[in-house]
C-alpha cells in the first residue's frame, strides 16, 4: 500500500529533537512500523502547486496524511486526481484543508485525531488571553530593548478578574478554556454553539448561552474562537460582526485564520475596536512575510499576540497525534472501524456534527 505523508521541514532541530515527531525528518514515528508490513511510505513538505510531492504522489497513494500545521491542501481539484485514495488522516485535529464534500462525493474517509492536542490548544488560548489584557509583549519587549518606563505599560493593563469572556463555540476546547479561566473569577462566561450544554457542565463553568452573535459579542471583554472553519464560519469575524464587539475587547483566535476576515481584524485593532488580537492560526500557511497579521498594533503600539502555528503541536501534542495517528491506520489495515469520535467523513457523507452533519 502506498501512504504520502504531508509534514512540515522541521531541519536540524528535528534532528537534534526526535520528539519532533510531526517533522519530515521524524515522520510521525511511522517509517519502521510501516515498512515492516511492506507498505510505501512517502514523506515530503511538498505541497504547493502541480509539480509538487503532494500533487505527483497523491495520483496512486491509497493514505494519505496531511497536518493543520502545514496543510496539504486537499482540493476537489486534486481529489479528482487521486484514482486510488480511501482514506485522508489529519495528524491532529481540524481537516478543514480537506474539501468535505468533494472527499464525501468521491467516497473518501475522513479521519482525525480528535482530543489529541485539546489541553495543548486550550493552555495556549489562556495564555494568550492574559498576555493581551495584562499587555505582556510590549512590557518584555521594552525589557530586551534596554528600557524601562512602567507608564507606558501599565496604561493598557488590566486584571482578567471581573471581565466577561465569551467563546464561539464550546466543544472540547472552548470547554476546556472556560474550565481553565474559571479559578480567575472572571465575572461571567458566554458562549455560542448550536446546542446548549448540559446544565451541570454549565454550572461548573459559570456559562451561559446566547443564541444570537451580535449579543454575545457586545457583552464580552474578551472573545476566544473555538470552533471548525467551514462554510457557516469562514469569514465570520467581519467588519459588520467587529461593529458590535465592546470598543477595547480583546480577540483570541487560534481555531482558524479564515474564520476572521484578516484585513477587517486589522482596521479594528488599527481604529483601538480590538485593543488585542492573538492566536497561531493564519488564512494561508506559512503566512507570508507581508501578512497583515504579523505587524499589525492598537493605537498605543501594541496589542498582538500572534505566534507560527504551534499551540497544538507541543511535544506532549506530538506524541498524542502520532500515536492516534498510528491507531487510525492500524484500524484501516485491519479493517476495524474508525472511533465515531475521529470520523469527519465517512460512507460518502460528512459525519461529524462539528463540521454541520445533521
Ligand atoms: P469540537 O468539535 O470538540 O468543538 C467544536 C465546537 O464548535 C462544537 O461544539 C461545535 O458545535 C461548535 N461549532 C461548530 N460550528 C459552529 C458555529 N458556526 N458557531 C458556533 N459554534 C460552532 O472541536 P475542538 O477539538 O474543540 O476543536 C475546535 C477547532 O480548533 C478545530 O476544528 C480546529 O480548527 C481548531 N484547532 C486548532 C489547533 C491549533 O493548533 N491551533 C489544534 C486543534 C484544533
Redesign the pocket.
Known amino acids: 500500500m502506498k501512504v504520502l505523508a504531508i509534514l512540515y521541514r522541521g531541519g536540524d532541530v528535528a534532528k537534534q529533537e526526535p520528539r519532533l515527531l510531526g517533522t519530515i525528518e521524524n515522520q510521525l514515528g511511522l517509517r519502521q512500523w510501516l515498512e515492516s508490513q511492506g507498505h510505501e511510505y512517502i514523506v515530503s513538505d511538498s505541497k504547493e502547486g502541480p509539480s509538487s510531492d503532494l500533487a505527483k504522489h497523491i495520483k496512486d497513494a491509497e493514505i494519505v496524511i496531511t497536518t ?2 502545514h496543510p496539504g491542501y486537499l482540493t476537489r481539484d486534486l481529489l479528482n486526481t487521486a484514482k486510488n485514495l480511501k482514506i485522508a488522516v489529519t495528524a ?5 484543508h480537506v474539501d468535505l464534500d468533494a472527499a464525501a462525493e468521491k467516497n473518501i474517509d475522513v479521519i482525525e485525531v ?2 489529541s ?2 489541553t ?2 486550550a493552555e ?1 488560548v489562556v495564555m494568550s488571553i492574559l498576555l493581551l489584557v495584562r499587555n505582556f509583549v510590549p512590557a518584555h519587549e521594552q525589557i530586551a530593548r534596554g528600557d524601562w518606563q512602567v507608564s507606558e505599560i501599565a496604561r493598557n493593563a488590566f486584571d482578567l478578574e471581573g471581565k466577561v469572556v465569551g467563546t ?8 476546556r478554556v472556560l474550565e481553565r479561566l474559571t479559578p480567575f473569577d472572571t465575572k461571567e462566561h458566554l458562549y ?4 446548549n450544554l448540559p446544565a451541570d457542565r454549565e454550572k461548573a463553568v459559570r456559562a451561559r448561552r446566547v443564541e444570537d ?1 451580535k449579543e454575545m459579542v457586545s457583552q464580552c471583554d474578551v472573545v476566544t474562537i ?5 462554510e ?2 469562514r469569514g ?1 469575524v467581519n467588519a459588520d460582526l467587529l461593529k458590535h464587539f465592546k470598543k477595547g475587547a480583546y480577540l483570541v483566535n ?3 485564520g479564515a474564520i476572521c476576515d484578516a484585513e477587517a481584524v486589522k482596521a479594528a485593532l488599527e481604529s483601538g475596536q480590538l485593543a488585542g488580537y492573538a ?3 493564519w488564512n494561508v500557511q506559512p503566512a507570508p512575510r507581508d501578512h497583515p497579521w504579523r505587524q499589525m498594533k492598537n493605537p498605543l503600539g501594541a496589542g498582538n499576540g500572534m505566534t507560527p ?5 507541543t511535544l506532549d501534542a506530538q506524541r498524542r497525534y502520532a500515536a492516534g495517528t498510528r491507531a487510525i491506520l492500524e484500524n484501516y489495515f485491519a479493517g476495524r472501524p474508525q472511533k465515531a469520535e475521529d470520523t469527519i467523513v465517512k460512507g460518502g457523507r460528512i459525519a ?5 452533519a445533521k
Open positions: 493543520p500545521f491532529g485535529v481540524g481537516s478543514d480528535t482530543g492536542n485539546v495543548s490548544v495556549h464561539i463555540g464550546a466543544g472540547r476546547i472552548g470547554y455560542f454553539d448550536f446546542a452573535l473555538n470552533a471548525p472553519l467551514h457557516g464560519t465570520l487560534t481555531a482558524r492566536g497561531d492560526v502555528h504551534y499551540s497544538g503541536t461529524s456534527k462539528a463540521y454541520g
